[in-house]
C-alpha cells in the first residue's frame, strides 16, 4: 500500500480528465443524444449500490469503495455493450473484500435481485458462477489497484477527529490543486472546530458525492475541502460565525469599535476585576476565514469543486426515486425525451410556403435550457433498456467482414 495519495495507483492511474470522461461514453453517445441522462443514471445506479450495501451491513467505507470500483470500470467500458447491474452486484463484492469486510458470494446474489426487482430486473442471475465470472472480468479491468484513497480521511484530519490521527497523516501530500508547502491545510497545526451537526453535514455530501464521477477527477482532499465550503456556507449553524470572523476582519467594524465609547466602571472594584478574569480566561473564536485562507491547496480548484458539488445537488432534485415517484407521475417527461432530443424544423420555399422537413437532432444549449421535469427511476431505466436494444440491434445487423477468396483457398488446400 502506498505512503501517501500521491504515490498510489488512485492518483498515478485513475485521476482523469474530462475528456477521457467523454470518450467513454462515445460509444453509448450513439444512442443517448442528450448528455445528461448519464448524469441520472450516475444517480440512479448510485442510488443502488448504496441500497444493496445497506442491505449487506456494510460500513460507510465499503460503500464508497464499491461506487469507485464502479466508475473505474466504466472508465473502460460502455454501458451499452454491458449489464450494469451484475457489475453493481460485482463491485459490492469485491470491494467488501479489499476493505477486509468479506461476505457470500450468495448474500450478495439474493440482497441485490431483491434490490433489483422492485425496478422490475427480472434477469438478474441466480448462480453464483456469474457472478464470480463477472469478479473476474471486474478485477482484470481494475488491474488490481484495490486501494481507494477517499475523502473522509481529509475531513477527519482537518477537524481533528479520532482515526484522523492528526496531522501527520497526511504530510508530504503536495500535487495538482496544492501549492508549494509540506501540507495541504498550511502548516498543519491547528484543527477547524466544527459542531458536530456541521460536521455530520460534511460527510453526508461526500457520501452524495459518490453519485457522480467526481472520484475520478479530483483528488480526495479538494473534493472533502469542496464539501466543507459547501458546509460553511449554508449550514445554519455555522452562518453566525462565518458572519463574525468576516465582521472582525472588516477594518469598517475594527474602527467603529475603536471609537464606540467605554463602559461605566462599576463602583465595585472586586466585581469587575472577576469579570476581567472571566474575560481572559475565555477563547476567542476560531478565525474560520483565516483558517480556510491558509489552506494550503488551490483555491480555483477548491471553487470548481463547490460548482460541481452545487450543481449536482441541482440536478438530484430532478431524480424522484421509486418509493415518490407517484407525487410526480403525472410530470414524467416521455423516454424519448432522454433518448433523442430533436427538433422539427421547417424551411420554406421561394414563395414562403413552408416545406414539412424533419432535422436531425441538435445539440442542446444548457445555458438556456428551460427547468426540466422530474425524472423518476422507471424512466432511466426504460431508456437504458432502449438504448441496449438499440446496440444490440445494430451489433446483428452488422455485415460480415469480406471474406478474401484466395486467401480461404490457400487456407482450405491440403499440403502433403
Not at 443514471?41 to 451491513?57: D, E, Q
Not at 478485477?139 to 481507494?148: A, I, N, P, T
Not at 471609537?259 to 478574569?277: A, F, I, L, M, Y
Not at 424544423?345 to 444549449?365: F, H, Y
Request: hydrophobic residues 35%; proline residues 6%.
Amino acid at each position: 500500500m502506498a505512503a501517501d495519495f500521491w504515490s498510489s495507483s488512485h492518483h498515478k492511474r485513475w485521476i482523469v480528465d474530462r475528456a477521457a470522461l467523454k470518450q467513454a461514453r462515445a460509444e453509448d453517445m450513439r444512442y443517448v443524444k442528450d448528455p445528461l441522462f448519464f448524469d441520472l443514471f450516475n444517480i440512479f445506479t448510485g442510488n443502488l449500490i448504496a441500497r444493496i450495501c445497506k442491505k449487506l451491513g456494510f460500513r460507510q467505507r465499503v460503500t464508497a469503495t464499491a461506487s469507485v470500483f464502479f466508475r473505474r470500470f466504466y472508465l473502460k467500458n460502455s454501458y451499452c455493450e454491458t449489464d450494469p447491474f451484475i457489475v453493481i452486484a460485482a463491485c459490492c463484492y469485491v470491494a467488501a473484500k479489499a476493505e477486509e469486510f468479506p461476505v457470500h458470494i450468495k448474500t450478495v446474489i439474493n440482497e441485490s435481485r431483491s434490490a433489483f426487482s422492485r425496478l422490475g430486473v427480472k434477469n438478474f442471475p441466480t448462480d453464483n458462477s456469474k457472478l464470480a465470472e463477472m469478479e473476474f472480468y471486474l478485477v482484470s479491468d481494475l488491474e488490481c489497484d484495490f486501494v481507494v484513497f477517499h475523502p473522509y480521511r481529509t475531513l477527519m484530519a482537518i477537524c481533528g477527529k479520532e482515526g484522523g490521527k492528526g496531522s501527520d497523516q497526511e504530510a508530504g501530500e503536495h500535487g495538482f490543486g496544492v501549492n508549494d508547502g509540506p501540507r495541504y491545510w498550511g502548516t498543519g497545526e491547528g484543527k477547524l472546530l466544527l459542531q458536530e451537526s456541521a460536521f455530520q453535514n460534511v460527510w453526508l455530501i461526500i457520501n452524495d458525492l459518490y453519485r457522480t464521477e467526481l472520484c475520478l477527477i479530483y483528488p480526495p482532499h479538494l473534493i472533502a475541502i469542496g464539501a466543507l465550503m459547501v458546509t460553511l456556507a449554508y449550514h445554519t449553524s455555522m452562518k453566525p460565525i462565518i458572519q463574525q470572523a468576516h465582521n472582525e476582519r472588516t477594518p469598517s467594524n475594527s474602527n467603529k469599535l475603536q471609537s464606540s465609547p467605554q463602559p461605566r466602571r462599576s463602583g465595585r472594584t472586586g466585581h469587575s476585576e472577576k469579570e476581567k478574569e472571566k474575560e481572559k480566561d475565555k477563547k476567542p473564536p476560531q478565525d474560520v476565514i483565516g483558517f480556510l485562507a491558509g489552506l494550503n491547496v488551490s483555491m480555483s480548484a477548491v471553487g470548481t469543486v463547490v460548482q460541481e458539488i452545487l450543481s449536482f445537488y441541482t440536478l438530484w432534485d430532478l431524480f424522484t426515486d421509486e418509493k415518490n415517484q407517484d407525487t410526480f407521475k403525472s410530470a414524467q417527461p416521455s423516454t424519448s425525451n432522454l433518448l433523442s432530443r430533436g427538433t422539427a424544423g421547417v424551411k420554406r420555399d421561394a414563395s414562403g410556403n413552408p416545406i414539412q422537413e424533419t432535422l436531425p437532432p441538435a445539440p442542446i444549449d444548457f445555458a438556456n435550457e428551460p427547468p426540466r421535469e422530474p425524472v423518476s427511476a422507471a424512466s432511466i431505466l426504460q431508456a437504458f433498456v432502449k438504448m441496449r436494444e438499440a446496440r444490440m440491434a445494430d451489433l446483428a445487423n452488422q455485415r460480415p467482414p469480406p471474406v478474401n477468396k484466395m486467401l480461404e483457398k490457400t487456407q482450405n488446400m491440403n499440403i502433403d
